[in-house]
């Protein structure tokens, strides 16, 4: 090869190495149905806390309560999970009832009433 075929080759591995990195990749925003969001078993302890930031920045919505009272149960712990459905009750008493999916109402009512026999 000649020389400037090879300052040129140099020239750009030089770039491709010292000079070029990928730019971070932007965040995918938080949404309301995130708790249950590629959950395991293995990392229960991950996906709750992923699951306290959802509900700290969905604090008026009953949804992410909702979720989040499935993880703990699946840790175990029934008591915070029936915490968490009766403050999504207080929720949904204070939403006007044409804001709320009828479906999650009826999933709260039905695990409110299940705590509810667990005492």
């Excluded at 070029?20 to 293995?42: G, I, N």
């Excluded at 996906?47 to 149960?73: H, I, K, M, T, Y």
């Amino acid at each position: 090869m000649n020389a400037p075929v090879l300052a040129a080759l140099g020239l750009t591995l030089t770039a491709a190495l010292v000079g070029c990195s990928e730019a971070d990749l932007p965040q995918r925003t938080m949404r309301r149905d995130d708790c249950l969001r590629d959950v395991s078993l293995q990392a229960l302890p991950q996906a709750l806390r992923r699951c306290d930031q959802v509900v700290a920045r969905f604090a008026n919505d009953p949804g992410p309560r909702n979720e989040r009272s499935v993880l703990l149960a699946l840790a175990g712990d029934d008591k915070a999970a029936c915490r968490d459905i009766e403050a999504a009750m207080t929720l949904v008493r204070q939403a006007p009832a044409k804001r709320l999916d009828p479906l999650l109402v009826s999933e709260l009512k039905t695990r409110h009433q299940s705590c509810r026999d667990a005492n």
